[in-house]
């Protein structure tokens, strides 16, 4: 061993620092623009955040799509300084990815096409009341129905 690599072992320096680096994520948040003042606006005051690395802005779909280190609220409340007060997280899935797309409250008049709203799939429990309880057995939700007809 060299007297270099000897002194080179002695006199290395290591970093005790820790990053705290928040992870790399996509933040979708719906935002009505009507015109390229509010898109330019809107694109300004996200692309100003530490941690951002892309802005898109559809203005069709009302849809803001920010990619970086960053947190969610920080970004819906930098877009709701802006002036846009009704801005919100995106509320829509598409609608391949739902597994019961026809569940009530998943349609949406507002909603883009291709997506539904990204509702809580609420499962029927059997009911409690011995009036609910015979409804209940001859209903189409009871899957056992059939052995008791």
């Known amino acids: 061993m060299g007297a270099l690599d000897y002194l080179s072992k002695l006199f290395t320096v290591t970093s005790r620092r820790r990053s705290k680096k928040k992870p790399m994520q996509t933040v979708e948040i719906k935002v009505k623009m009507d015109c390229d003042g509010c898109e330019r606006k809107v694109r300004e005051a996200v692309k100003r955040m530490k941690g951002v690395k892309k802005v898109d802005i559809d203005r069709k779909q009302s849809k ?58 609420v499962v029927q429990q059997p009911a409690n009341t011995p009036e609910e309880k015979f409804s209940f057995l001859f209903s189409d939700d009871n899957v056992h129905s059939c052995s008791i007809m």
Request: without cysteine; proline residues 9%; glycine residues 6%.
């Open 64 to 121: 803001v799509t920010v990619n970086g280190n960053v947190e969610p609220n920080k970004v819906l409340r930098r877009i709701k300084r802006t002036g846009k007060t009704r801005a919100e997280f995106w509320p829509y899935v598409p609608y391949n990815l739902v597994s019961q797309p026809y569940a009530s409250n998943a349609y949406d008049k507002r909603a883009p096409a291709g997506y539904v709203k990204n509702v809580i799939q």
